[in-house]
Every structure is written in structure tokens, then in C-alpha cells.
């Protein structure tokens, strides 16, 4: 597995691994248990032997802390471990939920304008700058996310950092 940053990296919002290994689940989990309590003052983490969740110890709890999730599943009797940076899901899932309702909303307002124009009607002249402000607040969305993702870029290096110590050194080579 290469570890070098790659423009894929950098444009990803979610970066995603998955690499297998010799060992059990349980062995990982243990070994991956091991390395979270030699390094309990910068990282906290859930480990149990289907799912680990590892967090960058901070001060401050922003919107957009990263979080390392692996997930360790049995896959042609080898030991699969699927990695996925970044925020919480709840964060995730909150993000996408905006970025729908916000598009959904343009494109009715849109579409109420078009008709509106269509059919030469005037019963909704609101509509045209009513799709103009969805395009605003999908931008603004926009706009906060990158700055999620701008702010927690150095715990993100750490959690790679972690990945990479953690696992690698499991990695079965082809």
C-alpha cells in the first residue's frame, strides 16, 4: 500500500483504504487496542473486533472533527480492513441532507419561474430570486464544509499518521 499523498488525496472528501493482513480479527483489534494505549495523550478511540472509531485528542470540539473509522470484516477467509477519513456521520449526514433540500428547493423555484414564463402568468414573481437564494444557501453549505475541512486538516495528517503506524505493519503482501 503506497503512502504518498496523491492529487486523489487532496480532492476527496471521504478518503477510503482497504488493505488485508494475516491476522485475526481479534489479533488486530488487540494490536490496534495496544497502539491507542501507547498513544492515549493524542488519539481516543471504540475498538471492538468488528469496528474502531479513532478521534485526535483537542481542546476544542468543532463541527468537522475527523474521526478514523475501520471497520474489520472476514472476506475470503482473510482478514479485510476497510478504512474511511472523516467526520462524524451525523456531520455527514447533516451536510448531504442541506446540499438535497436546498437543491430540491432551487429546482422548484426554478421550475415555478419557468412555467410561470411559459404560460405568461404572474402569480409567482418571487420565484426567480427564490431559486437565486437556494443557489446561495447551496453555497454557503459549500463554503462551511471547506472550512470544516480547511480547520481539521492537521488532525487529519495525525490520523493518517495513525492509520499507517497502526496497520501497515500488518498488511499482507501480495
Not at 30 to 52: M, P, Q, R, W
Not at 148 to 171: D, P
Request: aromatic share 16%.
Amino acid at each position: 500500500m503506497k503512502t504518498e499523498e496523491t492529487t486523489l488525496d487532496k480532492i476527496r472528501t471521504r478518503p477510503r483504504f482497504k488493505m488485508f493482513t494475516d491476522l485475526t480479527k481479534e489479533e488486530y483489534a488487540e494490536n490496534l487496542k495496544t497502539y491507542l494505549n501507547e498513544h492515549k495523550d493524542e488519539f481516543s478511540g471504540n475498538i471492538n473486533k468488528e469496528v474502531a472509531t479513532i478521534c485526535v485528542e483537542t481542546e476544542d470540539d468543532n463541527y468537522w472533527k475527523p474521526r478514523l473509522s475501520l471497520r474489520i470484516e472476514t472476506e475470503d477467509e482473510q482478514t479485510a480492513i476497510r478504512g474511511v477519513f472523516g467526520p462524524s456521520s451525523a456531520v455527514w449526514t447533516f451536510f448531504m441532507f442541506l446540499y438535497f433540500s436546498f437543491t430540491i428547493l432551487w429546482m422548484t423555484f426554478f421550475t415555478m419561474y419557468y412555467v410561470e414564463k411559459q404560460i405568461n402568468s404572474k402569480e409567482f414573481p418571487w420565484a426567480l430570486n427564490a431559486s437565486f437564494v437556494m443557489l446561495v444557501c447551496i453555497g454557503l453549505t459549500y463554503a462551511a464544509a471547506r472550512f470544516g475541512q480547511n480547520k481539521a486538516k492537521g488532525e487529519m495528517l495525525k490520523l493518517r499518521k495513525f492509520a499507517e503506524e497502526s496497520t501497515l505493519q500488518f498488511e499482507k503482501k501480495p
